[in-house]
């Protein structure tokens, strides 16, 4: 665990090197927009229908983003009631409350989340991670998150029906229906095929956290204060109420390990897309995820050893 962590700062380190010297002359921002966009909208589709295509279906299957999306929620309350109160003590900025409320609600589940449960649980984890990606995480994000985002931001403002569009639109959606579809009719792929899939899904991880070092500047102290309560929100209140909704709806095993340490997972990259779409604290989102990233190097094997009691 500990080594997938300090790959993670060294993959971002590399970011902030090529942001620092430019190769080539590319700009960082313009360069972070590609590799966005060829992960969203390419690579991270191939990994879903891999996994759903071979995934066995059960119970959890529905359970697991019913908790994350219950978790989701309750994070966006308590965080939004925690920097409500900030406020009256503290000049706190709309823009910065907006980054702060996305920064502790939504975890890098996917993009981090898939290194870490392969690597304790085995492949098998990997279906659990694409469940609460795909069904809660990210529809949340662009509903949800943009409805917050736009609030509290000063850039585009896009409508409910808009946000669903843009769900709709999603590649990564549709891999998974696809998945799912011919998981459900008893196809078997042929080996050649998944070997490729397999193949073209590497790049996912080290991609989205280059991605992390290229968006990075140096933090402003008021920056590190504030953003204490979202490091404790996102990185211990989250798991908690992710285990007490396990528990309740009866899951258990790896499903249930996998959701608590999902839930626990440092800020999610792509709150940095949303954040500069609607010009929310830009730098403040951009250290979030780095800050969260850090103490997650204390709190994500705490966690893990809590949930391996069941």
Known sequence: MFDNLISFFLIAGFGVFFQWKKPGDI???????????????FFLPILC???MATASID????LLPLAAMITIFFAILISFITYTMVGKIATLHKEEKGALIL????????FLGLLFLTSLYGQSAAKYVLLYDLL?????????GSAIAAYYGRGQKLTIKENFKVVAELPPIWTLVAGFAVNFS????PSFLLTTLELMSIPIAPLMIFSIGLALSFPKLKHAIIAMPAVIIKLCVAPIISFGLARFFGMDGLALKSVVMESAMPTMALTLVLSSQHKLDHNLSSFLIIFTTTVALITLPLTARLVSVF
């Open 103 to 110: 920064g502790s609600s939504f975890g890098n589940v996917t």
């Open 186 to 189: 008893g196809i078997t792929l």
């Open 49 to 51: 229908f891999k996994v």
């Open 136 to 144: 809660a995480t990210t529809p949340l994000l662009f509903l949800a």
């Open 27 to 41: 700009n960082p921002d313009v360069a972070r927009h590609v590799i966005n966009t060829t992960v969203i909208r």
């Open 59 to 62: 119970k959890n299957t529905v």
